[in-house]
């Protein structure tokens, strides 16, 4: 293929993706481990005594020193609440939790059961496991759409809760897409050293889905997430919840430099590639610009289904006469 063509379709998303290219782009996946090896708390490490100092013997009148109380343990902030619009997201063709199974809906569990080998493995650094970025090179492409519906489907998965992050700080659409109201986000709660950014985070009537918007517009998006704050807000909304899993919708590449800093705070990035649209010059040059995290893999999207090739979710569908 020559620089600047369009990638093209045939087979599933999946397939199609990992045959494309030959610098190892495909999933790039550790044999998988416990699920729950992942997600569980880190249990405390025990610090070797301290050595035991010669008696002395004190004056009766001396009293001994007393250590200060423990500081108390800070309860987690209250989070907001919010009504997914369902009617909005079937109309745009989203799948749902609750609706029946589609053929994007298989296709979407077969993404997400791959992601989440990573999320088990060993081989991503366990400060990172639970982080993903959805990116893709240029506008247009489908990575919005991609991030909501992964979000909807890991939602459905009863050991995991998903955090769906709006990271596209300039054109943020995933409030938008879900019905929910704007607020302050994450550049809020990096931006204030003394927020927390659960207070930000939308609950909604989804099972298993929170959201966090984007949050204020400002001209230094880029350098507060490259940030010593920025490392520590990310770890506070993984640390306190050992079930979540964090999903960004990231600018795209190509157009905005967040992307290439949200990679290097992620354990996963998945690109989004629009059939027909993306070349593999954009693709490459973007994977580069995301060079910070070591696992990149590639979806397809919009892809079309050749006559004789799978059709997901027509199982479900079928029906005696």
């Known amino acids: 293929m020559t620089q600047g063509n369009a990638l093209k379709s045939g087979g599933s998303l999946l397939e ?5 290219y030959d610098f190892n782009s495909g999933l790039r996946i550790a044999p998988p481990a416990p699920l729950a090896s992942a997600v569980a708390e880190a249990a405390p490490v025990e610090k070797p005594a301290a050595e035991t100092p010669p008696q002395v ?4 009148a001396e009293k001994a020193q007393v250590s200060p109380p423990a500081a108390p343990h800070r309860p987690l902030a209250a989070s907001r609440f919010g009504k997914v619009d369902r009617e909005a997201l079937r109309t745009a063709g989203y799948i749902l939790p609750d609706a029946p199974v589609t053929g994007l809906a298989e296709e979407f569990r077969i993404i997400k059961r791959q992601l989440l080998l990573g999320v ?3 081989h991503i650094a366990e400060d990172k496991r639970r982080t993903i970025l959805v990116c893709s090179s240029q506008p247009n492409e489908g990575k919005t759409f991609s991030a909501v519906n992964l979000a909807l489907s890991l939602a459905t998965e009863k050991d995991l809760e998903v955090l769906l992050v709006d990271g596209d700080f300039d054109k943020p659409e995933v409030l938008s897409t879900l019905g929910l109201e704007e607020g302050p986000g994450l550049i809020d709660a990096i931006a204030d050293p003394a927020a927390d ?3 930000h985070v939308i609950r909604t009537d989804i099972e298993g889905l929170a959201v966090l918007p984007a949050g204020s517009r400002t001209n230094n998006v880029t350098e507060l997430l490259a940030s010593s704050r920025t490392r520590q807000v990310l770890a506070d909304l993984t640390r306190r919840h050992p079930r979540r899993i964090v999903l960004f919708d990231s600018p795209p590449a190509l157009m905005a430099s967040p992307a290439t800093v949200l ?6 990035v998945m690109m989004v590639v629009r059939a ?5 010059s954009d693709l490459r040059e973007a994977v580069g610009l995301l060079s910070g995290c070591d696992a990149v893999s590639l979806m397809l999207n919009a892809a079309g289904f050749a006559a004789n090739g799978r059709r997901f979710g027509s199982y479900y569908g079928y029906s005696h006469d």
């Open 57 to 60: 013997e004190r004056p009766k």
């Open 16 to 20: 199609r993706a990992a045959q494309i």
């Open 276 to 280: 027909d649209v993306t070349t593999e």
């Open 197 to 199: 950014v659960e207070s």
């Open 120 to 122: 088990s493995g060993d």
């Open 263 to 268: 990679a290097t705070h992620v354990g996963q």
